[in-house]
């Protein structure tokens, strides 16, 4: 079981926790982009590879028998965060359809690039499972 760690006085952050306590089995997923279990892009949309970026962390977390109510943290590495940005609610659209309503602690940055140059979002997470 995790619990949501908000300081009283502080406004509720909207789309992820400010903190995530739990205690249980780790499963640290490694960075996901958007393509699909073959390895392959179908998109270069970021909102439809953000989609299939998530999909990644629940099946890597589902095989080790975790699911999205499990993820306490991610890290989002974006290309252009002036799209992300512009493209919030498309992006909050795939993320409840991936995770539900479930925000972790998160963290996200831009970055100059990414190892593979189609990928345009790369998301680390760790989730936790009750012991």
Same mark, same amino acid.
């Given at each position: 079981?995790?619990?949501?760690?908000?300081?009283?006085?502080?406004?509720?952050?909207?789309?992820?926790?400010?903190?995530?306590?739990?205690?249980?089995?780790?499963?640290?997923?490694?960075?996901?982009?958007?393509?699909?279990?073959?390895?392959?892009?179908?998109?270069?949309?970021?909102?439809?590879?953000? =989609?299939?970026?998530?999909?990644?962390?629940? !099946? #890597?977390?589902? +095989? %080790?028998?975790?699911?999205?109510?499990?993820? *306490?943290?991610?890290?989002?590495?974006?290309?252009?965060?002036?799209?992300?940005?512009?493209?919030?609610?498309?992006?909050?659209?795939?993320?409840?359809?991936?995770? =539900?309503?479930?925000?972790?602690?998160?963290? !996200? #940055?831009?970055? +100059? %690039?990414?190892?593979?140059?189609?990928?345009? *979002?790369?998301?680390?997470?760790?989730?936790?499972?009750?012991?």
């Amino acid at each position: 079981m995790s619990e949501i760690l908000q300081p009283d006085g502080w406004a509720k952050p909207a789309g992820y926790a400010n903190g995530v306590a739990a205690r249980g089995k780790q499963i640290f997923i490694a960075g996901q982009i958007g393509w699909n279990g073959q390895c392959q892009f179908e998109s270069d949309d970021l909102v439809v590879q953000i =989609g299939q970026t998530l999909r990644n962390i629940v !099946a #890597v977390a589902a +095989a %080790g028998g975790a699911g999205p109510e499990h993820i *306490v943290s991610m890290t989002w590495y974006l290309v252009d965060r002036k799209e992300y940005s512009a493209r919030l609610k498309e992006i909050g659209t795939v993320y409840r359809d991936a995770m =539900g309503r479930r925000f972790p602690a998160m963290t !996200a #940055v831009q970055v +100059a %690039g990414l190892i593979e140059d189609r990928a345009k *979002v790369e998301i680390q997470a760790i989730a936790v499972v009750p012991d």
